[in-house]
């Protein structure tokens, strides 16, 4: 675990009561891709991943994530250098 890295407690094992989104990439060290995926599963999120994008964040070179729901698609900006722009 990073040394900077807060620990929020147990996470979530049921599923949410709100349409919800899971970013993940194969190879972040924080959180590896079948975590993100068993989380994504149990909260009924959608999942989107990145391929060998690293650690997700802004230090990484990725921005902040716009996110605009419909009753069919949602639209995510994550990083304006050629990730995916899009999911449906």
């Known amino acids: 675990m990073h040394p900077d890295a807060i620990h929020f407690g147990a996470m979530l094992q ?4 709100f349409p919800s ?3 993940s990439s194969l190879n972040d060290p924080q959180m590896p891709c079948e975590q993100c ?3 994504a599963t149990v909260w009924g999120s ?4 990145l391929g060998h994008a690293g650690q997700i964040n802004v230090a990484s ?3 902040p994530v ?3 729901t419909g009753s069919s ?3 995510i900006e994550i990083n304006p250098t050629g990730w995916p722009e899009s999911c449906r």
Do not use: T
């Open 14 to 17: 049921k599923r949410l009561a």
């Open 61 to 63: 070179g990725f921005g």
């Open 73 to 75: 698609a949602c639209s």
């Open 46 to 49: 959608d999942l989107i991943d």
């Open 37 to 39: 995926r068993h989380y």
């Open 66 to 68: 716009s996110l605009v």
């Open 21 to 23: 989104l899971v970013v």
